[in-house]
Structure formats: structure tokens, C-alpha cells
């Protein structure tokens, strides 16, 4: 650390600004922040715990807490939704991990004719969302080519697609470059094949990187709509982001139960980001840079 | 930014194995392939199988059991004649255009305001990042509570004690699309927040210090030497903004699925009308590839940009 002084470690030097004055206008600052930006969520999920009859009656400070909502939130199957998610999400993510791992292990760890073209039709594939895609995609859900399946109506087209993401393999890609050759080249020597070689050298050594396309991979797979929307047939394969929609037009279910599942919906993908933060942050940064 | 700076280093590096590999032969170059091919299967099969399909579609009158028939560019032409499809595409390039700009600039002054180590500042970065993790389906009930119409809502509340409103929201044709832009920036800032605090940290600190030196104020240091060295990071969050504001749905979906009057009516959601609720594949199909190609066009230019200003 040099001597300078800390009001020129950041662009404007606000954060490091002394004195009684500037405290309180940082502390005034940083309350109305988190209140705009975390304030709507934490509202919810109070109105999740308390009685409410209806919208103008959210608050962030409650007179009555009770579990009523979840109780009838369950009686709606939202338990069923939420299963549902969760096998999407546990499989789905565990596909694409593997996915990932296995591709790259090719990418980042040996060269090879027409490895550029590969690389090229991998990154065009974040030009083709699964949006852009909707109307062919439910056409080739419904009948998958060379093996004639129809993924419509089962959890399995939710998942398949979800398999393999670009943002995923090339992310590990530049983690997977930096393990240094020698090691794997002493293993070869020693008569290692390729698949012993990523499971027992390159897997352990890339453990952080585990991390980060996991949790990407988890928030990824957590927040999709569309893919489901094109799948699902009826109630029993919604996914819980799915159901809210629905949910929410039930006369019978009032707000409470909508209430209860959203913050069902909305706690995974947060509990998880909260404890993955520092890898979620490494990918944001790589991720983005990379384009 | 370190990745970018040090790849072509990386790629000079003699490494890969290659001397290691060579001379084993067939097996030794079916071996990436092998790895590759899970993945590359399923891009196969769920998005470049869709993108044929779509591009053939797009040239047919799709006739389920009757077969399709030939229509050349037809399906393109209603699509660009079509009042809907213009009022749509209008909406999109609105949304995308105020979405990506209001989460920069709020993005930006959000990474200004709470750049530091400091932990209170760690905190309240994670609490402002929340609504970017939180999934769209939950923002998107969440904000129709808040725009609630009625005088009482949260919003008009709010609206109320600087003294505007009440505001009917996303239920009135004058405020519907101005109000899901709002959800976005809300939802888009603090991502861009975060990639700016990443890219302020890169910036050489002896620079401010020298500025400083020369006399300069901080918003003058700020305009002369923290916007130029954050212009890669603006290209990318650009890019990066422009393409999902493109392709917007979900949240058009759920807070007002085109209403009222069509007055939010954006690109995808008229596609996933046509395509799935009025059976309009071929017409739909042409949409799409219309939204792809201006998602094309514009990553290329951005990219060749980036190239040039690197050069």
C-alpha cells in the first residue's frame, strides 16, 4: 500500500469523504439505495408472512406475522411447482456442468483442426435465445430430430435444452487455460489416459471455476421462462416461475398464496447468489468482458 | 479485463500439448471431438435446428398437414407492412433504446456512489445487486403490486407525497410502456453497476492522484479520466444491453402482455401470438428473423468498433 491519500482510491473520492456532514449524507444515501433497489423484495417478502387482504396493504413493517399463506399456497400445489423447479434446476445444472467440463477440457487443453470454427459457432449461439427461437424451438421440442422424441409436456424438455451453455464453456475456458501444461504432461507420461487426466488433475485444480458456472449456471436455469412456457402442458409440469402466472389469476387463491410463492421463487436464486457471491462476482467480471 | 489484456499472450504460449499428441495417430484427433460432442449435439439440435427451421419457415405459408407452401418473401413484407408489427417493433427499439441508456447512466453513478473496500459498502452493493439475481417471474408480480392503480398503491403513495399522480401504470396507454422500462432499469442498473465498480477498479490510481496535483476538481477527473478509461467496459454493457433489450419478453409477458391497447406490444410477444396462439408460424417465423438479424447487425458493429478503436 502507498501513502496516497484514500479520497484518490475512487473516481469521485465520496466514499472516503470524513467528517460528521458527509457521514450522514452517506448513510442517507445508502438507506434510500438499498431501500429503492432491496426494498420491493423485502416488502414481499414480508407481505409473504402477514395477512394481507390487498396490494396498497404491502408494507415493510408488519403488526402480525402468521404462516397462513404458505399453508394455502400449499394447498394450491405450489409444494408440486416447486419440486418441479427444483429437479429442473438439480439436473439441468449438473447436464451442463458436465457438458461444459467435457468441452472445454477440449478447448482449453488441446489443439486441434478447426478448433476456431467451434469456438466461433459456440459464441453465435448467445445470439440465439431462446426467445428468438420460440415458435421453431416448440417445433423441434415436439419432435426432436434423428430421435423422434417429444420433449412437450415433460420436465425433460426443460431441462435438455439448458444443457449446454455458451456462457458456461467459455467462462471455464479461461479458467481451464491457466493450469499450467507440465503437470498433465508428467501424468501422460506415467501412461494417464485423457479421461483420468481432467477427472484427477485438471477437475480439482479448476474446483473455483466449479463455483462459478454453478452458480451462473443456477440462476440461469432458475429464472427461465420461456423454455417452460413452450413445454408445459398443464399444472402438474409448471415450473414455480411458471405458476405464478396463474396463481396470480385464481380468483380463489388471493393474494396471500401469490405472495407465498413468489418468495418461494425468489429465495433459491437469492440464497444461492448470497452464497456463491465472490465467484458470482469473478464471472460477472470475466463473463462480461468477454462479451 | 485482465483475461482480455493478457489473451494474445496466452495464445503465443507454446503450450497445448501439441508435440506431446503428435504422431499417435486417428485417435489422437478424434479425442477433442469426442469431449466436444455432447455439446456440440445439443447446440445442434436446440439452436441451429430451430434457426434452419426458422429461416425455412419464414419463406413458407406453414400448413400443418397440408404442407407448406412457397410464399418467397411474403411473410417479410407483412411483417415490415403490417401496423402491428411496426407499432411493435416501435415499442422494442424504445424499450431497448431507454433500458440499456437509463441502466447505464443509473448503473454508472450507482458505481460512482459505492466504489470502495469498505465493508458497509460491500453490503450495500449486494443489497442494491438483489433484483438482478431475483428471477424476472418474481420482479415482474412484485412491480404489478407496487404500480397497483388504485390512489392507495404503493407507487401513487409514493407519487403522492411529492405531490403527482395518482398514475393508472401499466394500465393506461400513456404510462404502460414508461412503466416496464422503469422495472427494467430497476432490474438492469445494478448488473451494470457491478461491471462498472469492476472496470473502476482497473483505473490507474496515480492519474486521480496526478489530476488532483494539476488542479483538477473531481467532476473534471471524472470527465478527463475515469469516463476514457471506462469506454471498453461501456462497449460491452452496450452490446451486451441492447441484444436482451432486443429480445424482450418476459417481462411484457407478466406486467402486461401487450396491453393495454397494444400500447407495450414489443416484438417477441406479438411473435408468440402469432406463432402460438394464432397459428401464424410462417409470419412469426419472419419476425424472429428479423429480430436476429438486428441482433446480428448490431453485435458485428459493435464488435468492429471495438476493433477499430483498439487498432
Same mark, same amino acid.
Given at each position: 500500500m502507498?501513502?496516497r491519500?484514500d479520497?484518490?482510491?475512487?473516481?469521485l473520492?465520496?466514499?472516503?469523504?470524513?467528517g460528521?456532514?458527509a457521514?450522514?449524507?452517506?448513510?442517507?444515501l445508502?438507506?434510500?439505495?438499498?431501500?429503492i433497489?432491496?426494498?420491493?423484495?423485502?416488502?414481499?417478502?414480508?407481505?409473504?408472512?402477514?395477512?394481507?387482504?390487498?396490494?396498497?396493504r404491502?408494507?415493510?413493517?408488519?403488526?402480525?406475522?402468521?404462516?397462513?399463506?404458505?399453508?394455502?399456497?400449499?394447498d394450491?400445489?405450489?409444494?408440486?411447482?416447486l419440486?418441479?423447479?427444483?429437479i429442473v434446476?438439480?439436473?439441468?445444472?449438473?447436464?451442463?456442468i458436465?457438458?461444459?467440463?467435457?468441452?472445454?477440457?477440449?478447448?482449453?487443453?488441446?489443439?486441434?483442426?478447426?478448433?476456431?470454427l467451434?469456438?466461433?459457432l459456440?459464441?453465435?449461439?448467445m445470439?440465439?435465445?431462446?426467445?428468438?427461437l420460440?415458435?421453431p424451438l416448440?417445433l423441434?421440442?415436439a419432435d426432436?430430430?434423428?430421435?423422434?422424441?417429444?420433449?412437450?409436456?415433460?420436465?425433460?424438455?426443460?431441462?435438455v435444452?439448458v444443457a449446454?451453455w455458451a456462457?458456461?464453456?467459455?467462462?471455464?475456458?479461461?479458467?481451464?487455460?491457466?493450469?499450467?501444461?507440465?503437470?498433465?504432461?508428467?501424468?501422460?507420461?506415467?501412461?494417464a489416459?485423457?479421461?483420468?487426466?481432467?477427472m484427477?488433475?485438471?477437475?480439482p485444480?479448476v474446483?473455483?471455476?466449479?463455483?462459478?458456472?454453478?452458480?451462473?449456471?443456477?440462476?440461469m436455469?432458475w429464472?427461465?421462462?420461456?423454455?417452460?412456457?413452450?413445454?408445459?402442458?398443464?399444472?402438474?409440469?409448471?415450473?414455480?416461475?411458471?405458476?405464478l402466472?396463474?396463481?396470480?389469476?385464481?380468483?380463489?387463491?388471493?393474494?396471500?398464496?401469490?405472495?407465498?410463492a413468489?418468495?418461494?421463487?425468489?429465495?433459491?436464486?437469492?440464497?444461492?447468489?448470497?452464497?456463491?457471491?465472490?465467484?458470482?462476482?469473478?464471472?460477472?467480471?470475466?463473463?462480461?468482458?468477454?462479451g | 479485463?485482465?483475461?482480455?489484456?493478457?489473451?494474445?499472450?496466452?495464445?503465443?504460449?507454446?503450450?497445448?500439448?501439441?508435440?506431446a499428441?503428435?504422431?499417435?495417430g486417428?485417435?489422437?484427433?478424434?479425442?477433442?471431438?469426442l469431449?466436444?460432442?455432447?455439446?456440440?449435439?445439443?447446440?445442434a439440435?436446440?439452436?441451429?435446428?430451430p434457426?434452419v427451421r426458422?429461416i425455412e419457415?419464414?419463406f413458407?405459408?406453414?400448413?400443418?398437414?397440408? &404442407?407448406?407452401?412457397? /410464399?418467397g418473401?411474403?411473410? !417479410?413484407? $407483412?411483417?415490415?407492412? #403490417?401496423? %402491428?408489427f411496426?407499432?411493435?417493433?416501435?415499442?422494442?427499439?424504445?424499450l431497448?433504446?431507454?433500458?440499456?441508456?437509463?441502466?447505464?447512466?443509473?448503473?454508472?453513478v450507482?458505481?460512482l456512489?459505492?466504489?470502495?473496500?469498505?465493508?458497509?459498502?460491500?453490503?450495500?452493493?449486494t443489497?442494491?445487486?438483489?433484483?438482478?439475481?431475483?428471477?424476472?417471474?418474481v420482479?415482474?408480480?412484485?412491480w404489478r403490486?407496487?404500480?397497483?392503480?388504485?390512489?392507495?398503491?404503493?407507487?401513487n403513495?409514493?407519487?403522492?407525497?411529492?405531490?403527482?399522480?395518482p398514475s393508472?401504470f401499466?394500465?393506461?396507454?400513456?404510462?404502460?410502456?414508461w412503466?416496464?422500462?422503469a422495472?427494467?432499469i430497476?432490474?438492469?442498473?445494478?448488473?451494470?453497476?457491478?461491471?462498472?465498480?469492476a &472496470?473502476l477498479?482497473? /483505473?490507474?490510481?496515480?492519474? !486521480?492522484? $496526478?489530476?488532483?496535483a #494539476?488542479? %483538477?476538481?473531481p467532476?473534471?477527473?471524472?470527465?478527463?479520466?475515469?469516463?476514457?478509461?471506462?469506454?471498453?467496459?461501456?462497449?460491452?454493457l452496450?452490446?451486451?444491453?441492447?441484444?436482451?433489450?432486443?429480445?424482450?419478453?418476459?417481462?411484457?409477458?407478466?406486467?402486461?402482455?401487450g396491453?393495454?391497447n397494444?400500447?407495450?406490444?414489443?416484438?417477441?410477444?406479438?411473435?408468440?401470438?402469432l406463432?402460438?396462439?394464432r397459428n401464424?408460424?410462417?409470419?412469426?417465423?419472419?419476425?424472429?428473423?428479423?429480430?436476429?438479424?438486428?441482433?446480428?447487425v448490431?453485435?458485428?458493429?459493435v464488435?468492429?468498433?471495438?476493433?477499430?478503436?483498439?487498432?
Open positions: 502507498s501513502t491519500p479520497r484518490y482510491d475512487s473516481a473520492g465520496f466514499t472516503a469523504l470524513r460528521p456532514l457521514r450522514v449524507a452517506q448513510i442517507l445508502y438507506a434510500v439505495l438499498v431501500t433497489f432491496a426494498g420491493p423484495l423485502v416488502a414481499l417478502m414480508v407481505g409473504a408472512f402477514s395477512p394481507v387482504a390487498d396490494p396498497s404491502l408494507t415493510l413493517w408488519p403488526d402480525r406475522l402468521t404462516l397462513d399463506n404458505f399453508t394455502a399456497a400449499f394450491r400445489g405450489v409444494l408440486g411447482y419440486l418441479n423447479s427444483f434446476v438439480g439436473v439441468g445444472l449438473l447436464l451442463q458436465l457438458v461444459s467440463v467435457s468441452a472445454v477440457y477440449a478447448l482449453a487443453r488441446h489443439k486441434f483442426p478447426g478448433m476456431r467451434v469456438l466461433l459456440i459464441l453465435s449461439t445470439m440465439l435465445p431462446e426467445e428468438i420460440a415458435i416448440s423441434v421440442l426432436v430430430p434423428i430421435v423422434h422424441v417429444n420433449l412437450i409436456g415433460t420436465l425433460a424438455g426443460m431441462i435444452p449446454a456462457f458456461s464453456i467459455l467462462v471455464m475456458t479461461e479458467f481451464m487455460k491457466e493450469i499450467p501444461m507440465e503437470l498433465e504432461e508428467a501424468a501422460r507420461i506415467d501412461g489416459g485423457d479421461l483420468r487426466i481432467l484427477t488433475i485438471v477437475l485444480l474446483r473455483p471455476a466449479l463455483g462459478v458456472i454453478g452458480i451462473f449456471g443456477f440462476t436455469i429464472d427461465q421462462y420461456m423454455l417452460p412456457l413452450l413445454v408445459a402442458q398443464d399444472a402438474s409440469q409448471f415450473t414455480l416461475p411458471l405458476a402466472r396463474t396463481l396470480r389469476t385464481d380468483e380463489q387463491a388471493g393474494l396471500g398464496v401469490l405472495l407465498a413468489a418468495l418461494l421463487a425468489l429465495l433459491p436464486s437469492v440464497l444461492a447468489f448470497l452464497a456463491l457471491q465472490r465467484q458470482f462476482m469473478k464471472g460477472l467480471t470475466s463473463g462480461a468482458v468477454k | 479485463m485482465t483475461s482480455l489484456r493478457e489473451a494474445p499472450a496466452r495464445r503465443r504460449a507454446p503450450a497445448l500439448g501439441v508435440p499428441r503428435r504422431g499417435r486417428a485417435r489422437a484427433y478424434a479425442l477433442p471431438w469431449f466436444l460432442l455432447p455439446a456440440l449435439i445439443l447446440f439440435v436446440f439452436k441451429f435446428a434457426m426458422a419457415m419464414s413458407h405459408e406453414v400448413r400443418p398437414y397440408l &404442407g407448406d407452401r412457397w /410464399v418473401a411474403d411473410n !417479410y413484407s $407483412a411483417v415490415v407492412t #403490417d401496423d %402491428a411496426r407499432s411493435a417493433i416501435w415499442h422494442t427499439v424504445v431497448a433504446v431507454g433500458q440499456t441508456g437509463g441502466s447505464l447512466v443509473i448503473g454508472l450507482l458505481a456512489l459505492l466504489e470502495g473496500a469498505a465493508r458497509h459498502l460491500w453490503f450495500v452493493r443489497a442494491v445487486f438483489l433484483p438482478t439475481v431475483a428471477a424476472m417471474a420482479v415482474a408480480e412484485v403490486l407496487i404500480y397497483y392503480p388504485a390512489p392507495d398503491g404503493i407507487a403513495t409514493l407519487l403522492g407525497w411529492i405531490g403527482m399522480g393508472s401499466l394500465n393506461a396507454e400513456d404510462t404502460s410502456l412503466s416496464v422500462m422495472v427494467g430497476w432490474r438492469g442498473a445494478p448488473y451494470d453497476m457491478m461491471i462498472f465498480i &472496470g477498479a482497473g /483505473v490507474d490510481r496515480t492519474l !486521480y492522484e $496526478a489530476s488532483a #494539476d488542479g %483538477a476538481g467532476l473534471r477527473r471524472l470527465w478527463h479520466v475515469t469516463l476514457p478509461s471506462l469506454r471498453p467496459v461501456f462497449a460491452i452496450f452490446t451486451l444491453a441492447a441484444i436482451r433489450g432486443l429480445r424482450v419478453f418476459t417481462e411484457i409477458f407478466l406486467l402486461t402482455n396491453g393495454p397494444g400500447s407495450t406490444e414489443v416484438l417477441m410477444t406479438l411473435i408468440y401470438k406463432g402460438l396462439e401464424e408460424l410462417g409470419i412469426a417465423a419472419a419476425g424472429s428473423m428479423v429480430l436476429l438479424g438486428a441482433t446480428v448490431l453485435t458485428l458493429t464488435q468492429a468498433l471495438r476493433r477499430r478503436e483498439a487498432r
